[in-house]
Nanobody
Framework: QVQLVESGGGLVQAGGSLRLSCAAS????????MSWYRQAPGKQRELVAD???????NYADSVKGRFTISRDNAKSTVYLQMNTLKPGDTAIYYC?????????WGQGTQVTVSS
């Protein structure tokens, strides 16, 4: 059974930083493409960043230069370092795994940025 467990969300002031973690189990992590998505109230879920099996990364324009996605295959964990946070970054952040043509989601972690 595949499980993705996010952690690290919380309340932070604008300009602050948070580091999200997503611990994966039940899959061959090194063979999975991993992503972070977010969904703000009343908005569609959107891709924030992704990282391929080989470590290539891709970012939404709105977070380029502020967020960094990384992975530790030995720990089966993907991270999202978020710097210079803005109120517009407030959302539930979800971890996503694409593995063997299947897609898996975590339960989400709330990030709230106050102005």
């Amino acid at each position: 059974q595949v499980q993705l467990v996010e952690s690290g969300g919380g309340l932070v002031q604008a300009g602050g930083s948070l580091r999200l973690s997503c611990a994966a189990s039940g899959l061959g992590f090194s063979a999975a493409a991993m992503s972070w998505y977010r969904q703000a109230p009343g908005k569609q879920r959107e891709l924030v960043a992704d990282i391929g099996r080989g470590g290539s990364t891709n970012y939404a324009d709105s977070v380029k230069g502020r967020f960094t996605i990384s992975r530790d295959n030995a720990k089966s964990t993907v991270y999202l370092q978020m710097n210079t946070l803005k109120p517009g970054d407030t959302a539930i952040y979800y971890c996503n795994a694409n593995y063997l043509s299947w897609t898996y989601w975590g339960q989400g972690t709330q990030v709230t940025v106050s102005s």
